[in-house]
């Protein structure tokens, strides 16, 4: 059984991993470490057996929240854990006061937009050349 628990700066380290598993441009321990430093960003993980399966992370300021990375590890797909994280980081940001999360997420990324959609996120537009490889990005929204 899995457990979910707020990201401390200790985590950053072994957060380097899954991100290089689940991004093809990932976040160094830096940028992670510099993120979590802000009062406005916040994340989570999932974890099994002291092993991370995954995490989602993202800023909320007044009323709207933004998801940066969501992942996890792909041994561990297909097991709800990303819908978990995404209902967990749903009730933080709310609590927090927000009102509408946005988020991108590749065209290509089918299994991502599926998820998204089945938790009341809606397409708002597509962002052209949004990604450093030249991929376009779903832009989607969720009222609370």
């Keep these: 059984m899995y457990t979910l628990r707020d990201i401390t700066p200790y985590d950053c380290k072994a957060l380097v991993d899954l991100e290089s598993e689940c991004f093809s441009a990932p976040w160094t321990e830096g940028l992670l470490v510099g ?5 406005d960003f916040y994340g989570l993980l999932i ?5 991370i399966l995954g995490y989602i992370c993202g800023t ?3 009323e709207t929240a933004e998801i ?5 590890r792909k041994a561990h797909r297909k097991r709800g854990l990303g819908g978990a ?4 980081y749903e009730r933080k940001v709310r609590s927090l006061g927000a009102e509408r999360i946005f988020l991108e997420v590749r065209v290509s ?11 009341g996120f809606t397409r ?3 962002r052209e050349k949004y990604y450093a490889d030249g991929e376009a990005a779903v832009e989607m929204k969720k009222e609370l």
């Design 68 to 72: 940066a990375r969501v992942c996890v």
């Design 109 to 119: 990324n089918a299994a991502a937009l599926s998820l998204y959609e089945s938790r």
């Design 47 to 51: 974890e099994e057996n002291g092993e």
């Design 35 to 39: 993120a979590f430093a802000r009062v």
């Design 124 to 126: 708002q537009r597509v």
């Design 60 to 62: 909320s300021l007044f």
């Design 85 to 88: 994280l995404l209902d967990a």
